[in-house]
């Protein structure tokens, strides 16, 4: 029975994270907003406890920071988004690299396949399913690595930067993205370790140079 409620427990504490988690990224907590602990424990239905040790993860994470005994939401801005966008240059030439090398013929088709059924998708399909898709392709690129901490920071990457690609997949850049992602995959293919990390490199520097208005109508769709 206690391993019943312990399980509970921790499913529960995974809910309350990824729903925390969720309205921190969408930016539900406005920038600077103080987060209430009781208010968000009843406005969720769950105790203190979990509302709490999500709080914790979301700072741990990036999301928020420590405001006297309490957690605000972090800014919005433009050198935060450009840190994390060179951040995220180099960790995936690096998956590149090691996709090229490690990665098994099956998973190379396996990434085709994802990439077709991508493409399948209707345009009108709502953005956050289609980050979704976005964020799918790289993670399984960093999968390919074989390197299970390469992986986890991608992932860590794709939740930072989820806004700035919903924002930019309202942009109409999806065409865009996808035949990138071709050219990338089709490198993978040839085993072209050169011409698929400055493909990367082309793909993720494009959307850097559009950081200053993909955060400026973020904050306006925030505010407004």
Same mark, same amino acid.
């Given at each position: 029975m206690?391993t %019943?409620?312990?399980?509970?427990r921790?499913?529960r504490?995974? @809910?309350?994270?990824n729903?925390?988690r969720?309205?921190?990224?969408f930016?539900e ?16 239905g769950?105790?203190? #406890? ?6 914790m ?11 006297? $005994?309490g957690? %605000?939401r972090? $800014?919005? &801005?433009? *050198?935060?988004m450009? &840190?994390?966008?060179e951040?995220?240059?180099g960790?995936?030439?690096? !998956? !590149?690299?090691?996709a %090229?090398r490690?990665? #098994?013929? @099956? *998973?190379?088709?396996?990434?085709a396949?994802?990439?077709e059924?991508?493409r399948?998708?209707?345009? &009108? ?5 289609l ?6 392709? =790289?993670?399984?690129?960093? =999968? +390919? ?7 986890k920071?991608?992932?860590? +990457? ?5 806004? +700035? ?9 999806? &065409? !865009?993205?996808?035949?990138q992602?071709?050219e ?8 072209? @370790? *050169?011409?698929? %990390?400055?493909?990367?490199?082309? =793909?993720?520097s494009?959307?850097?140079d559009?950081?200053v208005?993909a955060? #400026?109508?973020g904050?306006? =769709?925030i505010?407004?």
């Amino acid at each position: 029975m206690q391993t %019943v409620i312990s399980t509970s427990r921790g499913k529960r504490g995974e @809910e309350v994270l990824n729903r925390l988690r969720d309205m921190a990224i969408f930016f539900e907590f406005k920038p600077g907003e103080r987060l209430n602990e009781a208010s968000l424990a009843e406005q969720l239905g769950v105790s203190r #406890t979990p509302v709490r040790e999500a709080l914790m993860t979301l700072a741990h994470e990036g999301f928020l920071e420590q405001a006297g $005994r309490g957690y %605000v939401r972090r $800014r919005f &801005d433009v *050198q935060e988004m450009k &840190d994390l966008y060179e951040l995220r240059l180099g960790i995936e030439k690096e !998956c !590149c690299a090691y996709a %090229v090398r490690r990665a #098994t013929p @099956e *998973q190379i088709e396996a990434l085709a396949s994802y990439l077709e059924r991508s493409r399948a998708i209707p345009a &009108d399909t709502p953005v956050t399913e289609l980050v979704k898709l976005d964020e799918g392709f =790289h993670q399984r690129l960093a =999968h +390919m690595t074989g390197n299970a901490e390469m992986e986890k920071m991608v992932v860590w +990457m794709n939740r930072r930067i989820r806004f +700035m690609r919903w924002i930019s997949m309202e942009g109409q850049r999806r &065409d !865009c993205t996808q035949q990138q992602h071709t050219e990338l995959l089709e490198a993978l293919r040839r085993r072209d @370790e *050169q011409a698929m %990390v400055q493909q990367m490199s082309s =793909h993720i520097s494009l959307r850097q140079d559009q950081i200053v208005e993909a955060v #400026t109508k973020g904050l306006a =769709h925030i505010f407004l």
